[in-house]
């Protein structure tokens, strides 16, 4: 008993010099256990996190991809959208170029650039030109052949104004006179012009009033409208009927001035 | 009294005023002037008139003498016929030079004659009208002193007299004033005048449709607006009825007158041809000689500048046979210069007219032209821009032949230049060219290699086998 009793003191002593070596070692590690513990906890906390951002990071990649094939898709539809109006727009274009075209070519083909009309106006003024100078040529004539007519009424009245003034010269029954040769087979011109032509003795009659007696002698004479008043030729026709004959005006015995 | 009825009959003949001038006579008329027989005045004025009318230095010598001032101020208050003498009087001065025109516009003649033109005389009128006429002649500065003083109005109306000569002298008065200056003739127009004198063309005066002529185209010659009023006159048609007319110088005022018209607008000339005028005209350059078929040409030459339809017009009317006649029979350089512009104006549009020149062999003839050295150097140098402006049209293949024979080497590239357009392409006309011998000609010419002549050579040359080009080149 004093041995168990000295065994468990010295086991009580052991006990508590082994509690106190213990203590003192715990005390000892206790600072690197706790630093390991700590090590230990933060790598398990790192782990825990990095697991989370990973499982974010995974979400976060799926909500991405999701979101960019709906933007791609929505994307690619609205080009196959503008393609397609480009490509309709593009064939209407062409569409109508072609109309224009066709319509450029018309409008100026007929309305500014007309052949046929062209042909037809240069067809038109060739023979209107014909036409003019026909017309001119004919205008031409008339007026040719009027101043002829009047040069020979000219001369016409010239010689008629020369009977008058040679009247004495006319042939008699005694002596042939001086146109009326005996040789010449016919009686001159002169001759017929002078066996025409009445003399008057200068009356009181104004020169103005023999404007009425009317008549043309010589066979070459036209015959025309205009009526020449020859106050020294006989009479033909009676005093043209549409102007009165007015009573000569007493007046003083004019000069006949030729 | 004798006196002075002597010396007018004398001063009537132009020897006798040598040995009157000798004497002294103008001193002694201008106080006879004053003298208190009216015929005593008058027949002073007479002489002095046919003196002054003779020559310049005796116009000269009524001027120093001051026998103007007396002369207008006694204007206003004589008798009909001192004022014809007195009008005859300053008509004759002012006929000789702008100086002594200015002198009698300075003394007041101007106010005194346009006081004239109102009398009842027609005398008178005509004599004031003339003195106008001659003074408003000269320049623009005397011609709107004339229409300053209000003579436009009153010339108007004596258009409208019954007396021939008046109408005569008035439509030449108005003539003289429209032709210097638009706003002249612009005044003349606003009177009416243009009405006037479209009425007179149908009158059968010769010598008074030469004047209505001269006027209108003074008056359309300065502006369209003009023109075009003259158009609107419709004179067209009855002044073509007078490029019939016996008298040359209606015919020659008439194409004139087409002429400005012309020249404006290729809608005035549409109007000319419209109405036949072409036919007409050309006829009347197969009709005259000379000088007077200027005009004609100049008119043709506008009328093919405007556009081609019209030059296809002139063509169509017989117009290129003319002027081929022109150039061959005028002599004068000036009427052949005008011949050879109005040519180019006609070849130059396209390939078809210059195709119409080229078949009247006109190209060697300007060619001729252009290498005469007895030709003047406007005659050259126009026919040179014919010549060249038809050949850059020219497609017509024997009219070009001639052309490859002795010309300059300025000419000669263009007619090479229009070979090697045509010959790629018509296989006919190579072959001809060939026979004609034209191809041989063309290895003889020399070109520096690298101007566009050789390359022209080249090309032709390229159209054909190389043996016969060869071949040719040894020969």
Sequence with gaps: DMAELLKIKSEAEDF?????????????????ENQAATQIQSWFRACKVRAYFSHLHKKAVIIQKIWRGFTARARFRQMVKAAYFIMKMNFYEEMAVRIQRRWRGFFVRKYIHNFYARKSYLEGLFRKNE??????????????????????????TAKVYQAYRLHHLLSTKQCPGVFNSPFRSAPHEMEQLLRQVKYQAPTRLAPGGRACLLGMPGPAAPSFSGTLGSPWIKTTQTRCSSRPILPPIGSKKQQVRW | MQFVQTVADLASRPQNIEMLQNAGVMSMLRPLMLDVVPSIQQTAALAL???????????????????LPQLVHSLASQNRFYKKAAAFVLRAVAKHSPELSQAVVACGGVDALVLC????????????????GFIARHNALLSQSVVDAGAVPLLVLCLLEPEMALKRIAASTLSDISKHTPE???????????????????NPDAKLKRQV????????????????????????????????DPDEYVRKNVTTLMREVVKHTPELSQVIVNCGGMAAVIDYLGNCRGNLRLPAIMMLGYVAAHSENLAMAVILSKGVPQLALCLSEESEHHIKAATAWSIGQIGHHTPEHAKAVATAHLLPKLLELYMDANSSEDL????????????????????????????????LKHVVCQFSKVLPHDSKARRLFVTSGGLK??????????????????????????????????N
């Design chain 2, 117 to 132: 033109l109102e009398e009842f005389d027609p005398g008178v009128k005509e004599a004031a009208a003339w003195a106008l």
């Design chain 2, 380 to 411: 050259q140098a126009k026919s040179k821009k014919a010549l060249k402006s038809v050949l850059q049209k020219c497609t017509y293949l024997p009219g070009l032949e001639p052309l490859l024979y002795d010309v300059p080497s300025n000419i």
């Design chain 1, 16 to 32: 508590q010099s082994e509690y106190f070596y213990r203590n003192s070692q715990a005390e000892e590690k206790r600072q690197k």
């Design chain 2, 49 to 67: 008139g046919r003196l002054a009318d003779h020559s310049d230095d005796l116009a000269e010598a009524v001027v120093k003498e001051d026998i």
């Design chain 2, 184 to 202: 002249l003739a612009q005044t003349v127009v606003d009177c009416g005048a243009i009405a006037h004198l479209a009425q007179m063309i149908l």
């Design chain 2, 441 to 474: 000609k063309l290895q003889e010419i020399e070109a520096e290699p690298g101007s566009l002549l050789q390359e022209h050579i080249n090309a032709i040359n390229s159209c054909f086998p190389e043996e016969i080009v060869s071949a040719l080149t040894i």
């Design chain 1, 131 to 156: 036409l003019v100078r026909r017309e001119l040529d004919e205008l031409e004539e008339l007026q040719k052949r009027e101043r002829d007519c009047l040069e020979m009424v000219k001369e016409q």
């Design chain 2, 213 to 244: 002529f001269s006027a209108l185209s003074q008056i359309s010659k300065h502006s369209v607006s003009l023109a075009e009023m003259v158009i609107e006159a419709e004179i067209f048609p009855a002044a073509v009825a007078c490029l019939r």
